[in-house]
C-alpha cells in the first residue's frame, strides 16, 4: 500500500501563490516515485489532471496552467510539490496528488484551494 498525505491548500486571492505538497510512502516508509501527478476537481466538473512529474524530472502541465504552475520534488523523490502563482479563480477545487505503483494507481485524500475574485 502507499499512501499520499497533501497539504498547503487554503484560501487565497486572486493573483495570490500557493504551494501544495504530496508526501509519499508505503508502510510507513519512504516511498520513492517513478510518476507523480496533480489532478484537480472543480465543484459540478470532472477530475482533470494538471501536471505530472517523472523520476527522471520530465514535466507536463494542462494548457490551463503553463506559466503558472511550477511541478517539483524533494530531493529524496519522495515528496512533490505544485507552486501555484497567478492564482485565478477558475483554479478553485479540490487538489489531488496520484501515483502508479505496480500497474495500481493510489490517491491522496485532497485538499481544498479556493481562490476568491
Known amino acids: 500500500q502507499v499512501q499520499l498525505v497533501e497539504s498547503g491548500g487554503g484560501l487565497v486571492q486572486a493573483g495570490g501563490s500557493l504551494n501544495l505538497s504530496c508526501v509519499a510512502s508505503r508502510n510507513h516508509f519512504t516511498f520513492r516515485f517513478n510518476v507523480m501527478g496533480w489532478y484537480r476537481q472543480a465543484p459540478g466538473k470532472e477530475r482533470e489532471l494538471v501536471a505530472t512529474l517523472d523520476g527522471g524530472g520530465l514535466t507536463n502541465y494542462t494548457d490551463s496552467v503553463k506559466g503558472r504552475f511550477t511541478i517539483s520534488s524533494g530531493d529524496a523523490k519522495n515528496t512533490v510539490y505544485l507552486q501555484m502563482n497567478s492564482l485565478k479563480p477558475d483554479d478553485t477545487g479540490v487538489y489531488y496528488c496520484?501515483?502508479?505503483?505496480?500497474?495500481?494507481?493510489?490517491w491522496g485524500q485532497g485538499i481544498q484551494v479556493t481562490v476568491s475574485s
Open positions: 496520484r501515483t502508479m505503483y505496480y500497474g495500481r494507481a493510489y
